[in-house]
């Protein structure tokens, strides 16, 4: 079984950075591929990122050039940081864990979720 707590959400303005973490418990984090999604009011959770057991990445097109996954294994913490925040990024953010070994996507995906986070950014 695997935990995952984030944290780091909160508002922000237009054009603000933030960082989101992730803390990863129950099994080493260099099992397990890591991503991030988010639900925005009124819509579906969608894919933000991710990063392979391997360090491979992906992003939606969304937030493409302006969000960055990392991962810590040794400190078993996962990134996300976010710069030139828009008010459309306004959503609860999830962090998510994956026991595939190709780069998961969908929700259906991840094995593992944790709370969410919200981040609002305000205008």
């Known amino acids: 079984q695997v935990q995952l707590i984030e944290s780091g959400g909160k508002l922000v303005r237009v054009g603000d950075s933030l960082t989101l973490s992730c803390k990863v418990s129950g099994r080493p984090l260099s099992s397990v591929a890591m991503g991030w999604l988010r639900q925005a009011p009124g819509k579906e959770r969608e894919f933000v990122a991710h990063v392979t057991t391997y360090g491979g990445k992906l992003y939606s097109d969304a937030v493409r050039g302006r969000f960055t996954i990392s991962r810590n294994n040794a400190k078993n913490l996962v990134y996300l940081d976010m710069d030139s925040l828009q008010p459309e990024d306004t959503a609860i953010y999830y962090c998510?864990?994956?026991?595939?070994?190709?780069?998961?996507?969908?929700?259906?995906?991840?094995?593992?979720w944790g709370q969410g986070t919200q981040v609002t950014v305000s205008s």
């Open positions: 998510a864990a994956a026991s595939t070994t190709y780069g998961p996507k969908r929700n259906d995906d991840f094995d593992w």
